[in-house]
């Protein structure tokens, strides 16, 4: 089936610094991609929508300039937190739709934990 | 984003009972429903979708129900099995986005 690859799984950082985080899709081709974030025992929020070639749509109330958003080529977006604070540990799945009626799959998830 | 919310953050069931998850959306223009079972540390997995022109769907174990009128959505997992254990999240989706709901947590006692 369908599958994102999500990297890297668990990242520790410290303050200030930058973390790339990296979803692929493996065996088709993703025009469009889902950033999420969820925090322990929550839901996931969407925060942005990535698509290929052009400029990601983000959610209100996520930063762009915080959160920048890279889809580059149909089987690659990136997710890169910059000046990360302890505030921004949280987990990040992404997302990319399939097909029309194969739905959506998700990476496996980063756990970010800035020290 | 959309509102999208489940009654019970908590269910216990015995091994081998029937499970019944339930979710109340909030967004009428909705037309595409996903259920989704996210174990710990994990990302979410699909279970099983459904169109808004459609009542009912069934799966391997799993049947979601769509009540378009009340604006409600459900999951039932038949003879629930400790593999089933997790969080299960639906999502609704108007257009291009998915939007989440809060996540039940299931636990199935052995």
């Known amino acids: 089936g369908a599958v994102v690859s999500q990297h890297p799984s668990w990242v520790i950082c410290k303050s200030g610094t930058s973390v790339k985080i990296e979803c692929r899709s493996l065996d088709f081709q993703a025009t469009t991609m889902f950033w999420y974030r969820q925090f322990p025992k929550q839901s996931l929020m969407l925060m942005a929508t990535s698509n290929e070639g052009s400029k990601a749509t983000y959610e209100q109330g996520v930063e762009k300039d915080k959160f920048l958003i890279n889809h580059a080529s149909l089987t690659l977006s990136t997710l890169t937190v910059t000046s990360a604070h302890p505030e921004d540990s949280s987990f990040y799945i992404c997302?990319?739709?399939?097909?029309?009626?194969?739905?959506?799959?998700f990476g496996s998830g980063t756990r970010l934990t800035v020290v | 984003g959309e509102s999208v919310g489940l009654h019970l953050p908590t269910l216990s069931v015995q091994e081998g009972d029937n499970s019944i998850i339930n979710c109340a959306y909030s967004?009428?223009?909705?037309?595409?429903f996903i259920w989704y079972k996210q174990e710990s540390g994990k990302g979410p997995q699909f279970i099983i979708d459904i169109r808004s022109n459609m009542d009912k769907r069934q799966g391997q174990r799993v049947t979601v129900l769509l009540n378009k009128t009340v604006k409600h959505l459900s999951l039932q997992i038949a003879a629930t099995q400790p593999g089933d254990s997790a969080v299960y999240f639906c999502a609704e989706s108007a257009g291009n986005q998915f939007y989440f709901g809060t996540g039940t947590s299931l636990t199935v006692i052995p």
């Open positions: 997302s990319a739709r399939v097909s029309t009626n194969y739905g959506y799959t």
């Open positions: 967004n009428s223009a909705s037309d595409y």
